[in-house]
């Protein structure tokens, strides 16, 4: 039993300063912010997306930034057209999938001092993109508060395997602050030139005559 006792003031001394001062405290910072959003974000991929965050940003008079949406034409004509100010609208295409829409931003987020934003996506998005942008932003002491677009009639329900797959990656990206998927396509370019290599080595020819 004292064996046991001591085990568990063990594990419950390394979870508080995991959680006070290791990896885990900008985790709890994110948590127990009480603070009001400071931006919106709009992840890209439905225009309906943008018109509610357009919207939102209007009302709430808030800076706007959409990740991998729309052209930067339509997009500008949404934001005029809805009555924004182009000053509140920042247009990034940095992303190329939803771990990109969070790892392109949230350093951004740091040294602007934004600690809390709000997350427009569809809502059968919604669930993948939540449990990525905790884990990344989280990873900063950024707080995310959702916000779901109807996606009816055209709703495509995401597998569980892709969430899961994307909150892997989203944990590794933390650690190693790179994409597993990037580093394992490389890897497997770099494997296959290698075998072509062997299948197929180089032969040179000589152009010396005086060699044949």
């Keep these: 039993m004292k064996g046991f006792n001591k085990l568990t003031l063990t594990a419950g001394g390394i979870f508080v300063w995991l959680l006070l001062q290791g990896p885990l405290k900008p985790y709890l910072k994110a948590i127990t912010n009480s603070k009001a959003p400071q931006v919106i974000l709009v992840l890209g991929g439905d225009v309906d997306r943008e018109h509610v965050g357009v919207k939102m940003a209007k009302d709430l008079q808030l800076p706007l930034i959409i990740s991998g949406g729309s052209n930067p034409e339509h997009a500008n004509w949404i934001t005029t057209n809805a009555g924004l100010s182009l000053n509140l609208l920042k247009l990034d295409y940095r992303a190329k999938d939803t771990l990109g829409n969070f790892t392109s931003l949230v350093d951004d987020f740091s040294s602007q001092g934004i600690n809390h934003a709000l997350l427009i996506t569809s809502e059968d998005h919604l669930p993948r993109a939540i449990a990525v942008g905790l884990v990344i932003a989280g990873s900063r002491g950024v707080k995310l508060t959702s916000v779901s677009v109807s996606c009816s009639p055209n709703c495509e329900k995401e597998s569980l395997q892709k969430q899961l797959i994307d909150v892997i990656r989203a944990v590794a990206w933390v650690i190693t602050e790179k994409d597993l998927k990037l580093v394992t396509k ?27």
């Design 186 to 212: 490389q890897k497997l370019q770099k494997s296959l030139h290698e075998s072509m290599k062997v299948i197929f080595p180089t032969q040179r020819i000589n152009l010396d005559p005086a060699m044949n």
